[in-house]
């Protein structure tokens, strides 16, 4: 590798981690990048801290808007609030203005506006260089997949990694599954978007009137006949996380498999009511998050102001 300086860096594996820029997996390789902004139009996103209002919740927030979706992550000491967003919607400075006007606190900080295009490299792994992580690939932040898919591409590195130099029949392994592992979350994140019920913007009703992949659309036919949840190798989301969103979203089975007929509901109905009570109690004796918090993992009394990073 040749640096700006002159300087030559010799080596027998590379591991581009250059985030957006695929300084060695694009710009030095050229390896191609799928975008897939047809299905998944936000291309945007402005993040802004703000002040905490009353106990943290102990969960993370996204709401839909008019042009796309605003995450609220309630921490110790602030809370992180971003505006993911469709550019052909609303320009920078309205998502700006609509960020600012939907802070729960005081903002601690200027908006920083961010711009990327959900898709994946066409290869991963290209010669003698691997991309991990932003250079990879990048899926809009809605189910927080980015830290999760840098442990899988360093788990398939080391599944793959080369003995006696590098064989193409592994490196075309690993360049398949991991592109199939990009597959499974991108129909996952796609769902989101078709199945939406909204119709008052120009983005909500586009998504829902848009084709998607072949992949997807089959899924969802096979749950919508029978209630059948597909599960293909290399996925990331389970079966509960699908049947969630399905069931969220309206898409429910037209008829149901004929083996629940050979179920006894008097036993399921009382085994539902156990595992009810049990959680009802745990629930009942557990303390609030904010006393958790104070007893098992407070942090310091000034904070830590951390500057948004695409990885949520």
């Known amino acids: 590798m040749l640096l700006d300086n002159g300087e030559y860096v ?25 975008d897939w902004t047809e299905w998944l139009p936000c291309d945007r996103a ?14 993370t927030r996204a709401t839909a808007r008019e042009a796309g979706w605003q995450w609220r992550i309630p921490l110790q000491h602030r809370e992180g609030n971003g505006y993911v967003y469709c550019s052909r919607q609303i320009s920078d400075d309205e998502a700006v203005g609509a960020l600012r ?3 729960a606190g005081a903002p601690l900080g200027e908006p920083n506006l961010l711009r990327f295009t959900t898709g994946r490299r066409r290869k991963f792994w290209n010669r003698n260089c691997v991309a991990v992580g932003l250079s990879s690939g990048f899926i809009e932040p809605l189910e ?12 398939k590195l080391l599944t793959f990694f080369p003995e006696r130099g590098l064989s193409p029949i592994e490196t075309n392994e690993a360049n398949r599954v991991m592109r199939e592992e990009y597959e499974r979350i991108r129909d996952f994140i ?11 913007s120009e983005l909500w009703r586009s998504c829902r009137a848009m084709p998607v992949p072949e992949t997807l659309e089959r899924k969802m036919e096979l749950f919508r006949c029978r ?22 979203f309206g898409i429910l089975p037209e008829h149901y498999d004929s083996r629940v007929d050979n179920q006894d509901f008097e036993v399921l109905g009382r085994d539902l009511a156990k595992i009810r009570s049990a959680i009802r109690a745990a629930a009942a004796s557990a303390p609030s998050h904010a006393e958790f918090i104070a007893r098992h993992c407070a942090a310091g009394a000034s904070g830590v102001n951390v500057r948004p990073q695409m990885v949520d």
């Open 190 to 200: 796609i769902l989101h978007y078709k199945a939406t019920a909204r119709d008052d």
């Open 101 to 103: 006007g939907a802070l």
């Open 144 to 155: 927080s997949t980015s830290i999760a898919l840098i442990q899988s591409a360093i788990a």
């Open 227 to 248: 209630g059948h949840v597909v599960a293909y190798a290399e996925e990331s989301f389970e079966e509960a996380s699908w049947v969630t969103m399905y069931a969220g």
């Open 10 to 34: 010799g080596g027998d594996l590379f591991v581009d981690a250059s985030g957006f820029r695929g300084l060695l997996i694009e710009q030095a390789l050229v390896s191609g990048y799928d």
């Open 46 to 59: 402005v993040a802004m801290p703000c002040e905490l209002s009353g106990e943290p919740a102990p969960y």
